[in-house]
């Protein structure tokens, strides 16, 4: 940009998603399950959601898709897709709304891509008819542009793979047609849950190449769920640490995983030393997350948490900004800063 024009607005302009606040509940209880999730996505960023098993990664994500299952609702908050005019409040859209926001504006591939497949239909019918019914494609048009997209996201003949039925595809070919149709109506945001856990290695890290190509040439961005911190070491500009259905710490991926602030982050990189992340997962700390609807008194993470004191369970903890890019869900921070990473876990 030449320097005499001045620089446009940054607010809005950036943001893919703003998520602000979110709850949700689960069951005919209403437990709360997602408490307070705040989180912004710039576009064409990457950034990556981990936690342990039931911290809440999979009910943030459907929120934002709208497709929470069954018996689970949006209780509080807000999520915003886009910036400007083409801003939307998803929590306020109802059934055909979303009609014009999944697959066009936002998309998602998830662990198990078979169950997102119509096993009586060839996969490259199912990505076809997208393009014919969404982008009003003839079908000679859309055959043509889904064979391009087939051999964008790296399947050999693709011309053959067009006629093929699920059931006759490898996993990893299954996960690479999904993401095609999940790509193929230019999203501005591709959501992927735990995408490659069902993979061998030498796949998973070749649709992780994929899908970082992907968000580079479409200027997509990405928010990636997964259990393997070498995993958002090696895709995510941004990492959140989720705990208990909150967020704990958030920040630049480089920074949170060599500089953890908060001890349950600490704890988690104490245990899977830097050079030995690979395949670990983050199930290794002693103890138990809280269930969902679980009433705590400040911290959730004080019943495993050996820098706990009194003050950590006397009120509600706040996720706190401790710089411009960084954040820490705890009232013993910066104490702790000055401990050692292994003086915590
Ligand atoms: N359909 C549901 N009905 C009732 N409770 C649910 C439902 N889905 C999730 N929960 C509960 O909500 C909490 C968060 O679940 P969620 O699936 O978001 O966790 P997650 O972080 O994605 O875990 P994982 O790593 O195992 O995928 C858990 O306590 C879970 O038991
Ligand atoms: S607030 Fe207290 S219990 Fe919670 S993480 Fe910080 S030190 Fe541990
Ligand atoms: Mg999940």
Not at 255 to 283: F, M, N, Q
Not at 324 to 329: E, F, N
Request: net charge negative; glycine share 8%; aromatic share 4%.
């Amino acid at each position: 940009m030449p320097a005499s024009q001045p620089p446009e607005p940054t607010t809005a302009r950036t943001h893919t998603l703003r998520v602000d606040g979110l709850g949700v509940t689960v069951g005919q209880q209403r437990r709360a399950a997602v408490h307070g999730v705040t989180f912004e996505i710039a576009r064409g960023e990457s950034v990556g959601l981990v936690g342990e098993s039931g911290s809440g990664k999979t009910l943030t994500c459907r929120s934002v898709l709208g497709l929470l299952p069954a018996g689970c609702n949006v209780a509080a908050g807000s999520i915003v897709l886009g910036a400007g005019d083409s801003e939307v409040e998803l929590t306020t859209v109802r059934r055909r709304g979303w009609d014009r926001i999944r697959g066009l504006r936002l998309a998602a591939v998830f662990q198990d891509p078979a169950s997102y497949l119509n096993p009586s239909l060839t996969v490259g019918h199912q990505l076809a008819e997208q393009l014919r019914v969404k982008r009003d494609l003839s079908r000679r048009e859309a055959h043509a542009r889904s064979v391009e997209l087939f051999v964008e996201v790296g399947l050999h003949r693709p011309e053959q793979v067009f006629h093929q039925y699920p059931h006759e595809l490898s996993g990893g070919m299954l996960q690479r047609v999904l993401i095609a149709i999940a790509v193929a109506l230019e999203p501005e945001l591709l959501i992927a849950d735990e995408a490659t856990t069902a993979l061998d290695v030498v796949i998973q890290a070749e649709i992780l190449q994929l899908l970082s190509r992907l968000r580079r040439d479409h200027h997509l961005s990405l928010l990636l769920v997964t259990h393997d911190l070498a995993v958002v070491a090696e895709t995510c500009d941004r990492i959140l640490v989720m705990y208990g259905g909150e967020i704990v710490e958030s920040g630049p991926t480089g920074e949170v995983l060599t500089d953890p602030k908060h001890p349950y982050t600490r704890a988690l990189l104490s245990v899977a030393s830097i050079g030995d992340w690979t395949r670990r997962t983050l199930d290794v700390i002693p103890g138990s997350p809280p269930e969902a609807g679980e009433q705590m008194s400040g911290c959730r993470f004080a019943p495993r948490c050996s820098a706990a004191r009194e003050q950590c369970t006397a009120g509600p903890v706040d996720l706190t900004p401790l710089d411009a890019a960084r954040s820490a869900r705890c009232v013993r921070v910066d104490e702790l800063a000055l401990t050692s990473v292994g003086g915590v876990a």
